[in-house]
């Protein structure tokens, strides 16, 4: 996105498409959620590959299977879609098993990544 598509205005086929009195100013969205490690010591970072990061964006928890037993609430199993958006029906919560990570959410709506003890060098 930052070193093809956001370029992409400066090209001749784009003004030859829409004309303009200069080249438009790049700008990138990029929505999500930032993770962060409740259980773990590790300090937040300001910055992720040169960028800053907005702090105010960290809206999710992550953890190692061994430390879920640190959540302070029952956790939800989310499908794929429902990942960015959450739910408002819950069933039955879940004891992830440690072997693949599950994305998953809180009643009071706090989402949470369970990753295997060797996350990241055994995906």
């Known amino acids: 996105m930052l070193t093809h598509q956001l370029k992409m205005s400066q090209r001749d086929e784009f003004h030859q498409q829409l004309a303009l009195d200069k080249t438009p100013s790049e700008h990138l969205l990029m929505q999500g959620r930032l993770y962060i490690n409740p259980f773990s010591k590790e300090p937040i970072p300001d910055t992720c590959l040169g960028y800053e990061l907005e702090k105010s964006q960290i809206s999710g928890y992550w953890c190692y299977h061994s430390q879920q037993n640190q959540i302070e609430e029952p956790i939800y199993e989310l499908t794929k879609p429902l990942w960015a958006i959450g739910t408002q029906e819950f069933s039955e919560p879940i004891e ?14 706090q989402f949470w990544f369970v990753v295997p003890d060797a996350w990241p060098n055994n995906r």
């Open 96 to 109: 992830p098993s440690g072997e693949r990570f599950v994305h998953a959410q809180t009643e009071s709506g």
